[in-house]
């Protein structure tokens, strides 16, 4: 399954250790989960349980279901990335701009099982993290620049158990999937204990893939039918891949945490709903290459490795929505996040990263009391950030701005049964 998920060493080495596109958040997550959640900037996503794909966000709103639910679509991401004011001194000063952004789909399906009024499972598939990009200016050839293209797919089996009318607790494991190419030139720029392969290629990891296994669990209380919190945690593992060469990239993904409300106002057609979500990106602190294949280098020889430190900090998203339940035919929707940058002091122009705006928007048309569409549309806008890379020593041989913008388009379609 090659869907867009960073998760995989080899994907997230690839995704992180050089790609320069943020999906549509901070460090590489993806949030693909729903056309739904995509309408309301993810807003009260943990808890609002409008359609089967709220178990990936948490695995007792399952509880609120008393009928089967399939949820099917997929998520268009456009990125428009951008690294530009590039001084690259390390063979005499060099200066230029790149666009590297690019566009992906990666679909989605959710499938909700109600066992009796207690018990309830289900399996889902989306993708948590991914990234693509390569840079065709300035860097194209050079060790900070080159080909990054990671895909990750993630299989998730869960169930749910209501305690009574009020406490509800979930649990799931999640089965991860990750397939990724690192490219980068300028062997003569390598510092010392980097890959020395042929001058044009001084590291070459292609179709590295892998699997890892992690979980979730989650709660709901309710306080009546109109008000109603959620919390939720995911632990992400960590991931080992290997290439056909038997080279190997490992790297820790972040765990994540979500409190999510929801509350429609009484005697009215709208509701108000909110996420706070922790990214724990401190955990994603380098990624090491080891195994390396040097026998094209003209030194020759094996088993070489590299290590790129990238010593992120923990992430949080703070997201607003409302929900306008116009009639029985339309409901509208609308919300906006702010999510914080991964970089700390180390920044780099490998994984372009700020602080960024959402400005959401999206509506659900019913086609009759048991199936609907939904449609949701999210404008990401970040911000100029100034990078620098180091080969050796305290002084920067590369600086440039970088700027991350995305438009993030879904489509999905949901009945009950």
Request: proline content about 3%.
């Amino acid at each position: 399954m090659k869907n867009m998920r960073l998760f995989k060493k080899s994907v997230v080495a690839v995704t992180v250790a050089l790609a320069s596109q943020q999906a549509v958040a901070a460090g590489f997550q993806l949030n693909a989960q729903s056309a739904t959640g995509i309408g309301r900037a993810f807003a009260g996503d943990a808890v609002i349980a409008d359609n089967a794909s709220v178990m990936a966000r948490n695995p007792a709103a399952m509880a609120l279901f008393d009928s089967m639910e399939l949820s099917l679509g997929f998520e268009t991401i456009i990125t428009d990335i951008s690294v530009s004011d590039v001084n690259y001194t390390a063979s005499g000063p060099t200066a230029g701009n790149d666009d590297v952004g690019s566009t992906s789909v990666a679909p989605n399906i959710h499938f909700i099982m109600p066992i009796n009024e207690k018990f309830a499972w289900g399996i889902n598939a989306y993708s948590n993290f991914g990234t693509r990009t390569e840079f065709k200016g300035a860097l194209e050839n050079s060790v900070f620049g080159g080909e990054t293209d990671v895909k990750s797919g993630n299989i998730g089996i869960a169930g749910s158990y209501r305690l009574n009318e009020q406490w509800s607790f979930g649990a799931g494991l999640d089965i991860i999937y990750g397939v990724g190419t690192f490219v980068r030139g300028g062997a003569e720029l390598a510092p010392p204990g980097f890959p020395q392969f042929a001058p044009e290629t001084t590291l070459k990891v292609e179709d590295a893939d892998g699997w890892g296994v992690g979980f979730n669990i989650g709660t709901v209380y309710e306080l009546d039918e109109n008000n109603r919190f959620g919390l939720s945690y995911r632990y992400s593992p960590q991931f080992d891949a290997k290439d056909d060469k038997g080279q190997e990239i490992s790297l820790a993904l972040p765990d994540m945490a979500e409190f999510s409300g929801y509350h429609r106002l009484e005697d009215t057609k709208f509701a108000v709903h909110y996420s706070v979500q922790w990214i724990g990106w401190s955990a994603f602190d380098e990624i090491e290459f080891t195994n390396l294949n040097l026998a094209d280098s003209p030194v020759g020889g094996v088993n070489g490795s590299y290590t790129k430190a990238y010593e992120w900090q923990d992430g949080w998203h703070y997201a607003l929505g409302g929900t306008y339940y116009l009639n029985s035919d339309w409901t509208l929707r609308a919300g906006y996040m702010y999510d914080t940058s991964a970089q700390d002091k180390l920044t780099s122009i490998s994984v372009p990263d700020s602080d960024r705006q959402w400005l959401s928007a999206g509506f659900t048309y019913h086609i009759d009391q048991k199936s609907n569409v939904d449609f949701g549309f999210t404008y990401l806008i970040g911000k100029d950030t100034s990078a620098e890379e180091y080969l050796v020593g305290d002084t920067p041989v590369l600086t440039a701005t970088t700027r991350a913008d995305a438009i993030l388009v879904g489509l999905q379609y949901s009945r009950s049964f």
